[in-house]
């Protein structure tokens, strides 16, 4: 379980029969504290980078933005490949279960009556 900020947008990609993935880094922060003695601990941030599919990667696409706090729950993976000068890289990643937007939604002042004449809300507007 993770509560970060997400680094970047999305990154999604398409394979077959319109099945998604999405991939973005996600910075979970370590609040600072001072010891008795007055030492001064400062904060850590650890980076981890988050992989999303089907369903949930089409909503990381279309929610999910830079600077989003977001709750992740999943599994921890590790892989490694070579990379072009033929070095062995290790990457860890976050196979994502579950995902909660944290961040409110901005109040965009929408109003059905001004969008569409007969005063009915829009059905396709996010939440």
């Known amino acids: 379980m993770l509560i970060g900020n997400v680094g970047k947008e999305p990154e999604v990609k398409y394979y077959e029969a319109d099945q998604?993935?999405?991939?973005?880094?996600?910075?979970?922060?370590?609040?600072?504290?001072?010891l008795p003695n007055g030492t001064v601990v400062p904060d850590r941030?650890?980076?981890?980078?988050?992989?999303?599919?089907?369903?949930?990667?089409?909503i990381a696409e279309r929610y999910i933005h830079k600077g989003?706090?977001?709750y992740i729950e999943g599994k921890v993976r590790y892989r490694?490949?070579?990379?072009?000068?033929?070095v062995r890289r290790f990457v860890t990643e976050i196979y994502g279960d579950n995902l909660e937007l944290l961040t409110p939604k901005p109040a965009t002042g929408?109003?059905?009556?001004?969008?569409?004449?007969?005063?009915v809300e829009d059905p396709t507007m996010p939440f």
């Open 45 to 58: 941030t650890d980076w981890h980078n988050v992989v999303l599919w089907r369903g949930l990667a089409k």
């Open 68 to 70: 989003d706090k977001v």
């Open 110 to 119: 929408y109003k059905p009556e001004a969008n569409n004449k007969e005063g």
């Open 80 to 86: 490694s490949y070579d990379d072009q000068k033929g």
């Open 20 to 34: 998604a993935v999405a991939t973005f880094p996600l910075a979970t922060t370590e609040k600072g504290y001072t």
